[in-house]
């Protein structure tokens, strides 16, 4: 019995076949991508933590993570008959 009710035999048969269908030279450059994507991700997530650690520098305050609506001026309700 291995992870969650499926065998180490079963996992080796399964990357066999899929090594068969889709090669090693495309299954390591779809590697590579999703690697590519990832460190990507990452880089953009600690991007905006430090944007936001900035902003909150400045400010003075904490700085909630949702996006804040712009104000409008207020309208004059008042009518002319």
């Known amino acids: 019995m291995g ?3 499926v065998s180490v035999g079963s996992l080796l ?10 090669g090693t030279k495309r299954l390591r450059s779809v590697g590579s991508d999703l ?6 991700f990452r ?3 600690k ?3 430090e944007a936001r ?3 909150q520098k ?6 909630s993570s949702a996006p804040v609506a712009p104000q409008t001026a ?3 309700t008042t009518q002319e008959v």
């Open 47 to 49: 991007e905006g933590e």
């Open 74 to 76: 207020a309208r004059n």
């Open 53 to 55: 650690e900035e902003l």
């Open 13 to 22: 048969i399964l990357l066999v076949i899929v090594m068969l269908l889709f």
């Open 35 to 40: 690697g590519g994507a990832l460190s990507g």
């Open 43 to 45: 880089k953009a997530v």
């Open 58 to 63: 400045l400010d003075g305050q904490e700085v």
């Open 3 to 5: 992870i969650g009710g």
